[in-house]
């Protein structure tokens, strides 16, 4: 077998298992089951060869919001890191912050955010900062927490020989604590790039006046589902594209064997 | 033959690195009726043990006699419950934090870090520049017998390359006083013989004070100048035995002698609830 058969054979079942189920989704639209099955119009239930034209012939309006909502992801996201890791290790050096903070942390979570968006969007308007607050109060939560556990986890006889060293509590938090929970921290982080586009598309349906979460609320009341549909292939898309770039960072950051 | 530690035999001698300026020459131990317990749990109990600078003290034991408990409040990591202990005349815990360098039973690399900024951690966390850090441990890694591997990860590294890592990082820490916890429990027998060996030829040209607690009385009797056997819960010493020197550098022509025999008969009666 030559290299990419190698390489490309995991990847057949899933092809193969994707492809079947395109197909069928397009037989059964073109044929009108599925619109029958639904009740509904013929025209609202798109196959998906008119998805994908619908790609092709919106590439131009599906970049522009996409690359709104790609700005309020990644900013959203690096505001969750900063803070998701700053709570986590204020959380893990003093007591008195973890009684403190925790229970606001966890309590920020039961928030539901279709609730918090609109009203936000009252408070800040159609700005950025409205989606950066709304992608970041879902995103940061997974990294504090993640993080958190990686902190408390390190081997106690490693602490021990760090005091026998002289090592002060910030010296220990920077040249053990810190590499120790940085794994940790990555899990956190792929576990909130992967939700953070759909806390983007919350806060453009709140109110927005562009982003692809905006576009699919004005596609859907147009009836263009196959506007809107290839508006989420393209979140999809940003998602995954994120997701994969943050475990490329993690092979090339976190280069030992991690045991837990 | 091997001698141990007289200056005027000091041109293998392992050159004093200090972590933080200071030198690592040996000093006194003193252990004064030290007990300690944990809840209703007596593990130590009258303890008395006194360790001349460049000695080095081996304290032998079965598990749960207290041994790593012993070594922690020589460390200065615990205080103990009745009793004063002093390293070159100093009792209080900080002291003894700075005067001593502990080597745990697992080696406790850091996965993250190669082998030569592994063995300079602690004088990485005493200040120094890796850079300063690396020229201290660089040129010990030869003398080691880690030569070449001085950029390695430690999960590359044998369970005995390790183990001489982490004892390298033990000795530049650029304390007087070494304690060594189980150093090569962790090593299966073969490796663990060719450590011991190794460990004597490294002692032999080195005037740190040192504390080797272990469970093995071979182990004990020959890398020590004088082992100390402990009783089992509460910890008492039970006996404490010179070992003559000059010994052999052949572990095995050591270790098969007939006054060697003598003095292993001799711990392991004590081991055993005799009196020594």
């Not at chain 1, 790609?55 to 309006?61: C, F, I, K, M, T």
């Not at chain 1, 309020?72 to 893990?92: D, K, N, P, R, W």
């Not at chain 1, 040249?175 to 940790?184: D, N």
């Not at chain 2, 430690?154 to 189980?182: N, Y």
């Amino acid at each position: 077998m030559s290299w990419t058969a190698r390489r490309l054979r995991p990847a057949l079942a899933p092809a193969i298992l994707l492809a079947g189920l395109l197909g069928l989704w397009e037989v059964l639209a073109q044929t009108g089951v599925l619109a029958d099955v639904f009740g509904i119009e013929d025209f609202l239930v798109p196959a998906p060869s008119e998805i994908g034209q619908a790609l092709w012939e919106d590439r131009s309006l599906l970049a522009d919001d996409a690359w709104v909502t790609l700005k309020e992801v990644v900013l959203g996201f690096g505001l969750a890191v900063v803070s998701g890791v700053g709570f986590a290790v204020l959380i893990h050096l003093s007591e008195t912050a973890r009684r403190a903070v925790y229970p606001l942390l966890v309590a920020s979570q039961t928030i539901p955010i279709v609730i918090l968006a609109p009203i936000l969007v009252v408070v800040f308007g159609f700005e950025i900062q409205t989606k950066l607050a709304i992608v970041a109060l879902i995103c940061f939560f997974p990294i504090t927490v993640n993080t958190l556990d990686g902190l408390r986890s390190v081997d106690p006889e490693l602490l021990k020989l760090m005091r026998t060293m002289g090592a002060s509590r910030l010296q220990t938090l920077k040249r053990v604590e810190g590499p120790w929970a940085l794994p940790y921290a990555f899990s956190g982080a792929k576990v909130a790039v992967a939700v953070s586009v759909i806390g983007a598309v919350f806060a453009e349906a709140a109110g927005s006046n562009a982003g692809l979460g905006h576009l699919i609320d004005q596609a859907n009341a147009q009836l263009l589902t196959a506007r809107s549909f290839a508006a989420m292939v393209v979140l999809s898309a940003i998602a995954i594209a994120l997701f994969a770039l943050l475990t490329l960072l993690e092979r090339r950051v976190v280069t030992w064997r991690v045991e837990r | 033959m091997l001698t141990r530690s007289r200056p005027s035999e000091s041109k293998t001698r392992v050159p004093p690195a200090g972590g933080n300026g200071a030198v690592a020459e040996g000093t006194s131990v003193s252990i004064r009726g030290v007990g300690h317990s944990f809840g209703s749990l007596h593990a130590l109990e009258g303890i008395a043990l006194e360790a001349a600078p460049a000695e080095v003290l081996g304290i032998v034991g079965p598990s749960g006699c207290g041994k790593t408990t012993l070594l922690e409040l020589v460390a200065g990591l615990r205080e103990p419950d009745s009793g004063t202990i002093s390293i070159g005349g100093a009792s209080a815990a900080e002291d003894r934090l700075a005067r001593s360098a502990y080597m745990p039973q697992r080696d406790l690399l850091l996965p993250w870090l190669n082998a030569i900024d592994n063995a300079g951690l602690a004088a990485r966390v005493a200040g120094a520049s890796r850079t300063e850090a690396r020229r201290q441990a660089g040129p010990l890694f030869d003398r080691l017998g880690l030569g070449g591997f001085e950029l390695t990860r430690p999960e590359e590294l044998s369970g005995g390359m390790r183990q001489r890592v982490a004892f390298l990082r033990t000795l530049i820490a650029g304390r007087p006083l070494l304690l060594l916890d189980e150093p090569f429990a962790s090593l299966d027998a073969i490796t663990r013989a060719e450590m011991q060996e190794w460990l004597a030829g490294v002692l032999a040209g080195d005037r740190h004070t040192v504390l080797l607690v272990t469970h093995d009385v071979e182990e004990a009797l020959y890398l020590s100048d004088r082992v100390a056997v402990l009783t089992p819960r509460p910890g008492r010493v039970a006996a404490e035995l010179e070992v003559p020197a000059p010994r052999e550098r052949d572990r095995a022509a050591a270790v098969t002698s007939a006054e060697f025999a003598e003095l292993r008969q001799r711990a392991l009666h004590a081991l055993a609830g005799g009196e020594g």
